[in-house]
């Protein structure tokens, strides 16, 4: 065999041999460390693919935003322990990561060693800002840890390769004293609530009743001047009448005829006789001759 030739496999055989650590492929979102016999280089590899030099070994970093989830006990300055559950949104720095891995690790390695105990540091700390436990509802103190605990791991973490994007309260439990004497007085208020709404719907129906009752007592009023117009109006008619008959003795005897006449015209109306001897044998005419011999 020729010299080329068994150059040419030599070849051959190491490019299948060490051929894919000539390249590195960096995922999307992660930056890759290298490292040439046990020395890590300053420089890591973005995302993408780079032809390197295949004496290096590699250590991947995921940069992308993540979600740690912490809870600590705040003591206030009421000596009371309260519950404080936080989410911090923090991720690995891309230019620091070889700095990261050379003081501490991988990504899990600087989690656990800078970000969760300061986290749980700061967060016990802000209870000597909070006067009393209750506090912690008030949305102006809500606010103001947020910030606070944003800024403060933020200065904290930056140098150590951690930037820390924001933190959110995500729950508050209260000690158990203290959210009893919330239950006992929420329960206090709703009850006089309830009482105050009782007293506005008694209130409205007593004003409805006194409604109802002047709306009666007016109608009563009304009825009782129209009984009083139609007497005025009958004694009106029965004086006229009476200053009638004074006047012509005649009167009662043309209203008796006119009585007669509609007698005669009801076939049911029946006409008894008087003494035919008599001046006036027919009903109702005798009436007023006293008055016309007065």
């Given at each position: 065999m020729s010299p080329r030739i068994t150059i040419l496999i030599a070849i051959a055989l190491l490019l299948l041999m060490f051929g894919q650590r000539f390249i590195k492929i960096v995922p999307p979102g992660h930056v890759s460390v290298p490292i040439l016999f046990g020395e890590v280089q300053k420089t890591p590899k973005p995302a993408g693919l780079h032809v390197v030099n295949p004496l290096l070994s590699w250590e991947d970093f995921d940069t992308r935003e993540k979600t740690l989830k912490e809870s600590a006990q705040v003591p206030t300055r009421d000596q009371l322990q309260t519950k404080l559950d936080v989410s911090v949104q923090w991720r690995i720095i891309p230019a620091m990561a070889p700095e990261v891995f050379t003081k501490v690790g991988n990504t899990e390695q600087a989690k656990a060693i800078y970000l969760i105990p300061k986290v749980r540091s700061m967060v016990r700390e802000q209870g000597t800002t909070i006067e009393n436990a209750e506090d912690f509802f008030l949305e102006e103190t809500r606010a103001r840890l947020e910030i606070s605990l944003t800024e403060g791991l933020r200065d904290y973490?930056?140098?150590?390769?951690?930037?820390?994007?924001?933190?959110?309260?995500?729950?508050?439990?209260?000690p158990k004293v203290l959210s009893d004497a919330i239950e006992q007085k929420k329960e206090r208020e709703q009850a006089g609530e309830r009482q105050k709404a009782e007293l506005e719907r008694f209130r409205t129906e007593q004003q409805q009743q006194v409604?109802?009752?002047?709306?009666?007592?007016?109608?009563?009023?009304?009825?009782?001047?129209?009984?009083?117009?139609?007497?005025?109006?009958?004694?009106?008619?029965?004086?006229?009448?009476?200053?009638?008959?004074?006047?012509?003795?005649?009167?009662?005897?043309?209203?008796?005829?006119?009585?007669?006449?509609?007698?005669?015209?009801?076939?049911?109306?029946k006409l008894y006789f008087m003494d035919s001897n008599s001046a006036m044998p027919l009903p109702l005419l005798h009436m007023g001759d006293n008055q016309g011999k007065q």
């Open positions: 973490l930056a140098p150590l390769g951690i930037r820390v994007n924001a933190v959110l309260i995500r729950d508050i439990n209260l409604a109802q009752a002047d709306a009666k007592r007016q109608a009563a009023e009304q009825e009782a001047e129209q009984i009083r117009v139609l007497a005025s109006a009958k004694a009106d008619e029965i004086r006229l009448i009476n200053d009638a008959v004074a006047r012509n003795p005649a009167y009662i005897k043309l209203q008796a005829l006119e009585a007669l006449k509609a007698m005669a015209k009801d076939p049911a109306a």
